[in-house]
């Protein structure tokens, strides 16, 4: 402390102190806890409190777009009066809110109060009678709200006093949505290592080239695809396995496939395109950290082991794979990471045709479910499952968070 | 100008359980050439940072002129500090180098620039001003870090063995030059080495410091002449050491029985019959004794070894098992063809008892 | 080079056969570079083709309308390209709102957390290190949703470009502390004392010594920053609620099928991305050679 103020003085020591504050807290630790607090409470779907609360936004929906209509139907009536105007008005659109929260939560079994929507009313009526109408409805309806409110916030209060935590969250989640887990984590691990197995050669020969013009291409040759969107390389290999796609007009002129008759193989309706495409849009996140460490291997050594007799195989063994450790943990860390957490490339290769990734399930949860409870708790499960990976490997190559983020 | 005096009083200075520099008084004289003089890790390098406002002191009040300054930071205080690697500030030019304590205090840039020059002119470094520290060679480098610390019109200048980084001849050079602009300024220069080579030739009195504690604070004649302890004794200069245990006083001496004989030295401690007791003699002080009765103390003694250097020859013998050393001077051929057993002698006022004590070679 | 007795110790090689274990290295490169870059020209050539399908195999002519659309003799657009699809306009200024913001937000964040761990040394100094790089180590989905509810549910901030601006600062702060830290360790505290010493305030401290010694990384946090936004996806995905970016929005159009617009998209970011390395390249050589000179 006294060693930055005694520099800084105690102004910019304070502004210093306070920005990493409000970093470690309101965006590093209270986001998690906030999630971690979610993942613990479960919130009962379709019970009563839900129930309520979802018919009173609908009557206030509804008296929303009465509103809007005995506005459009007093404006008919005023261009009535001032003569002409045509009678379409009471066509116009009612207000539709598509991001309103419990808008798809809708079940069958749900009693939509105030049905006919305005579009569908009898054109035929005169507007003088459709506003007595629709002005009885929502005098009725509001006399409704002030009940539907209080029975709503009754449910909610006598919920919250109910819910505590637990793990329901965790045991509610189907036997499919934990093999969906297991899948994707297995997945990850496989890009992982099939990345570390493709990228090992790449990094050590890069690293040993001795001419600077070929060590500065090949970096080029690295560099363009790693900084070219992840988005863009996925669509490119979207283009080469798409039904009409590059890999099946290959086979067509190859006689393979007729593509004119309908024939294709759906290549991207598999998981093993998205586990392909995962591979390529992630494996530069191997090959730099590699190549790093392995960079800062004095040659010598290599030299000095091969005269010494050793063979290929245990200059590798014994000298390079040891020395790259801290590379190798990093780039697994870094493309399990990625491949586990990936909304990208399942949710862009073949989209909604091969069998669902966890990534896609926690969407489901929060855009279309909207159950941010259980969302969390399978982010966080997301999150344990990562941790563990970072600490496993951590424990294995012997290598410290120092040495893991430098 | 005239330079400011520095008091320390009951200064010390703990890291946690290690005490750095335990309390210690030790007033600078105001337009003095001061040294701390002690090898590393003695706590001189924590009494310059504590001057200079780097470091607070655990205990104590430093005072500087007439103000207490122990509550003030580094910016605030009349001292400048030239460090060990100089530290000039890399991404600006030299003038900018200089003149960034006028900076510091408001001055306007065409000022600073001239003073910037006419602190360049005074250390010998024209024409250099626009160019970056980089592309200097060590010694000018050295020049601006000095011209930089001036800048500010300190009222005391403190150098952390500045002199350090460079070759033998330019070191010997940049002494008598720091000497002249210290005679010239008349700011009170604090110096902090552990060549004791610097400390006499350049200053006016030096403190010789060992682990934590001041040892002794005199001229440079008497830090050499008068040695206060066996530790300033064997770290200034090179002294023979016979241990043994005082066994008569008289007239200000002593006699001391040693494994090599019964030597009497000046007795500076005041030291009682049976106290344990070093002597020390300096090398160049030791003479032949054969055919010269008159030498109080005599021993016999087996030349080991004999280095010419120019000058002086060194003659390695062993007494009683002990190694002695002594200079001959280099006239006639006496000394070069010095051999066997001889006897070796020196007089009593050019031999010094002390009290039993820590030796710097420990 | 090497001694009789190594030699002796090797099997025996005559010197003017091939080495296979280089040329099967080689040619493996030479396999890895096609991978990578095969698709990519893929796309890029499919940019050209009037085939309203991306593809390069059925082939109709070249044709420049997916970058500049196509108006008939009447004025009427006949082909929709780049200039006409707004929200790709609107996306890319989305994207660099949030970009901008990420930078303001990163920079100062990044550098008060390396000075925090590079200066101060306390106990902690482990733990803070940990907490400051999680996010890195955090899957970006995590990192989206848990910011986008954190701040609808204590600050009723409904997801958008602020909390995308929020999400996404929060992980490239990290990297910006990590390029800050690295040069921190480098940095002569002497220096700053020395400011001191002469008499400098702590402001005048940071700003004439600290600042200029900082300035090269503050200018390569502020590219990395920008860069590591402009192409975020899965974070920004999950954070950004109704609004749309640039990269969301070429998502979004990717669901419903390909659009040679894309492919026009990827060729302009093939071209930039071409042209930055080359000059990085460049730059960096001519750096390496300058200090090999002096």
Sequence with gaps: ?406 | MQGNEVALQDVSMRFGDFVAVHPTDLTIRGGEFFSILGPSGCGKTTILRMISGFLRPSTGRIRIGDGDVTDLGPNRRPTALIFQNLALFPLMTVWENVAFGLEARGVPKAERRRRAEELLELVALPGQADKMPAALSGGQRQRVAVARALAVEPAVLLLDEPLSALDLKLRQHMRAELKAIQRKTGITFVYITHDQGEALTMSDRVAVMNQGRIEQVAATEAIYNRPATPFVATFVGEHNVFRGRVVGVANGHARVETPAGRFVGVNADGLAEHDEAMLFVRPERIALAEGHPEIDNQLDAEVERRDLEGPFVNVFLRAGGRPVVMHLTNVGDAAGRLDGRQRIGFAAEDALVLRAGQLASE | MTTATADRLRPARPRLTVDWSDVALNVYIGVFFLYLFLPLLIMVLAAFNANDTPSVTDWRGFTLDWFTGRTDAAGNLVVKGLPQEDRFIQGLGHSLAIAAGVIVISIPLGLSGALVLTRLETRATTLLYTLLVSPILTPGIVLGVSTMIFWRDYFALEAGLLTTMIAQGTFIASYCMLMFMARLQRQDRVLEEAALDLGASSFMVFRRITLPFLMPTIATSAVIAFLQSIENYNTTFFAIGGSWTLVTEIGSRMRFGLSPVINAIGVVFVVFTVTAAVIWTLARRRELARKAAA
Excluded at chain 1, 200 to 206: C, D, T
């Design chain 1, 1 to 406: 402390m006294s060693n930055l103020t005694r520099t800084y003085g105690p102004f910019l020591t304070g502004l210093v102190l306070l920005l990493t504050g409000v970093w470690i807290i309101a965006l590093i630790i209270l986001p998690q806890v906030n999630l971690i607090d979610r993942a613990f409470v479960y919130v009962p779907r379709g019970g009563e409190a839900q129930q309520a609360a979802l018919e009173l936004e609908r009557a206030q929906q509804r008296i929303a777009t009465i509103d809007f209509d005995i506005r459009a139907t007093e404006k008919e009536i005023a261009q009535a009066a001032s003569g002409g105007g045509s009678a379409g008005a009471g066509g116009a659109p009612s207000p539709s809110n598509p991001f309103a929260p419990g808008a798809k939560i809708g079940s069958s079994n749900v009693v939509r109060p105030g049905m006919p929507t305005p579009g569908l009313a009898p054109p035929a009526a005169p507007p003088e009678q459709r506003l007595k109408t629709l002005e009885t409805e929502r005098a009725e309806l509001q006399g409704q709200l002030g009940g539907l409110k209080e029975r709503a916030d009754r449910l909610k209060a006598e919920q919250q006093a109910a819910t505590g935590y637990s793990l329901r969250n965790f045991t509610t989640m189907s036997g499919l949505h934990w093999r969906i887990f297991g899948m994707t984590l297995v997945y990850s691990f496989s890009v992982t290592v099939l990345c570390f197995l493709v990228c090992y050669p790449i990094a050590y020969a890069v690293a040993q080239t001795r001419s600077p013009e070929r060590v500065a291409l090949l970096m080029l040759g690295l560099v363009i695809p790693y900084a070219i969107n992840e988005l863009l390389r996925i669509f490119a290999w979207v283009m080469i396995l798409a039904n009409r796609g590059i890999l099946n007009q290959l086979l067509d002129t190859l006689g393979i496939l007729d593509l004119a008759q309908g024939e294709a193989v759906h290549w991207v309706a598999s998981n093993g395109a998205v586990f392909c495409v995962m591979i390529y849009a992630y494996i530069l996140f191997m090959v730099f950290p590699i190549y790093n460490t392995i960079e800062t291997l004095d040659r010598n050594q290599i030299e000095a082991a091969r005269d010494l007799g050793a063979s290929t195989w245990r200059i590798h063994w014994r000298v390079v794979l040891p020395h790259a450790k801290p590379g190798i943990a990093v780039g697994s860390i870094m493309t399990f990471m990625l491949s586990a957490g990936s909304i990208s490339v399942p949710g862009l290769v073949g989209p909604g045709l091969h069998p669902d990734w966890f990534s896609q399930i926690i969407y489901r949860n929060y855009f279309e479910a909207g159950n941010w409870n259980i969302g969390s708790a399978q982010a966080l499960l997301l999150l344990v499952a990562c941790t563990l990976f970072i600490l496993a490997v951590m424990s294995l190559f012997r290598v410290s968070v120092r040495e893991i983020a430098r």
